[in-house]
């Protein structure tokens, strides 16, 4: 996977014209197939090495949040935490954040490993495999740096209008 | 209507089955779990198989040429053929099982800025603490209160 940097920066980016909460949506979009697929493993398995008994395949069933029918029902299903008129749009932007997520991790080459797209209806994995899985980190730093210049830019017309 | 109050109370159970059940099916179909996995646990049984082995850390040296890998489930022993592999590095290999589950390595591919990788993640998972705050203050404005202006400053 891009890192966590490049993959909200994929999302704020795009979205300084959007308004702060469906950006920020968007940009919680593009973190969710991590945080639902890949963070329970990390702590399941960190879990394993102190000595917890772990169940096989407990930390394999998270990775359905990192496939696009999963993040769309967990989008789903977080939008009910919302108030009842953002939830359809909510959902849109976490469904959006999430997909440009995929796409992105898409380009990487794992030597064929690839991501299971198409599951529950298919099992074949994909990948476009034309960058490295680390290639966009040397290039995060300069791009966080580059959207927060953007927001605050935003940021602060939007609050000179507001005084106006 | 799908996203209303009135349709919360069977749309949520209905989302958590649904994805409960995809869960499942993902962790227990054996065509779901890559044939590496099994390689992982059994690497006898994969003699002769050529397969990737993506972003392993070096755990241990064997000898020259030889490591000790992990991933996520179990380690493996690695042939690196003559690549010069530090303790803690990063590696994607490309190769094939011996007789005796040893993975002998093809081509090597190392990933330098892993730790960076890290702190960067940390940075992300900052970013996106400061991210929630906006999500959740500007979007649970009370409802029902609504005051639109026509044009000329008139309420509605």
Redesign the interface.
Request: proline share 10%; net charge neutral.
């Given at each position: 996977m891009p890192?966590?940097?490049t993959?909200?920066c994929s999302a704020l980016l795009p979205g300084v014209g959007l308004?702060?909460?469906r950006a920020?949506?968007l940009?919680?979009g593009t973190?969710l197939p991590d945080l639902g697929g890949r963070v329970p493993?990390?702590v399941l398995?960190g879990l394993g090495r102190i000595g917890v008994p772990v169940p096989d395949?407990?930390?394999?069933?998270?990775?359905?949040?990192h496939?696009p029918?999963?993040v769309s029902?967990?989008a789903?299903?977080l939008?009910?935490t919302?108030?009842?008129?953002?939830?359809?749009i909510?959902?849109v932007a976490l469904i959006g954040g999430a997909l440009l997520h995929l796409a992105l991790d898409l380009l990487q080459d794992?030597?064929?490993?690839g991501y299971?797209l198409l599951?529950?209806f298919s099992?074949a994995?994909y990948e476009i495999g034309v960058i490295?899985?680390?290639a966009t980190?040397?290039w995060?730093?300069a791009l966080?740096l580059l959207t927060a210049l953007v927001w605050a830019v935003r940021l602060w017309r939007a609050r000179r209008r507001r005084v106006r | 209507m799908l996203f209303s109050d009135r349709s919360r109370p069977v749309v949520v159970p209905c989302l958590v089955l649904a994805l409960g059940a995809l869960a499942w099916t993902w962790a227990t179909i054996p065509t779901a779990t890559p044939a590496v996995y099994a390689c992982w646990r059994a690497p006898q049984t994969c003699a002769g198989q050529a397969h990737a082995l993506t972003l392993v850390r070096v755990e241990e040296r064997l000898g020259s040429d030889r490591v000790r890998v992990r991933s996520h489930t179990s380690t493996l022993r690695v042939d690196l053929r003559g690549f010069p592999a530090e303790i803690g590095q990063i590696l994607t290999l490309q190769g094939t099982f011996d007789a005796d589950g040893l993975f002998v390595a093809q081509t090597v591919r190392a990933h330098p800025w892993r730790p960076f990788k890290w702190v960067l993640g940390l940075v992300g998972l900052l970013g996106l603490g400061g991210l929630l705050p906006a999500v959740f203050t500007v979007m649970r404005r009370p409802e029902g209160v609504r005051v639109v202006l026509r044009r000329g400053g008139e309420r509605a």
């Open positions: 890192d966590l940097v993959h909200l308004r702060l909460d920020a949506l940009a919680l973190a493993g990390i398995y395949g407990v930390g394999l069933a998270f990775g359905v949040l496939q029918v999963g029902l967990l789903a299903l939008s009910f919302l108030p009842e008129r953002e939830r359809p909510a959902t794992h030597r064929g490993f299971a599951f529950p099992t994995r490295a899985p680390e980190v040397p995060a730093p966080a | -």
